[in-house]
């Protein structure tokens, strides 16, 4: 029987796999350390499904802009990873993101709300980087709600 290994290391690839991903919510999100994209996202990699359900971001670059985004309007964001399965180079993650709407990134006035977003991630790696990454989630509908918030929130325009 043949089981993927890494050279010389002794490490089965899907545990260095599941590692590699549970580093990158750790570091990416939850210490918000941008040189982390750099360090484990493949220089073609390829995002899918954030922040819109049709987004695809290529490369570090267009993710790291996101990122900005993203923490922007949620700087306290913390993700927390419940259930990995890993298979050859494929690593799939359901998480919880925990955040308040503090930043005005959005496109309208923070709400101060806290919310949460449910979501699943489906990461390839390769050469211990993630190559791609499809990601499920309802983040334009938790925007849509903040949206409506923080617009009924506003005073309505005086009568001249």
Known sequence: MFFAMLP???VNMSTAN????????EEVWNKQREDAI???FAADGKSYGFPERNSVL???DKFREVHRSFLSAFPDVHVTVHETIC????????WVATMTHLGDSLGFTPTLQKVSLDGCSVL????GHIQDGRNY???????HHLKTIATSAEPAPTAA
């Open 124 to 127: 390839s790696v390769r050469n």
């Open 87 to 94: 298979e050859n180079d494929r690593v799939a993650v359901t």
């Open 137 to 143: 989630m309802e983040l334009e509908g938790l925007v």
């Open 8 to 10: 010389r290391t002794g």
């Open 58 to 60: 290529i490369g570090p």
């Open 38 to 40: 750099d360090e484990m």
């Open 18 to 25: 599941r590692e590699l991903v549970h580093r990158w919510f």
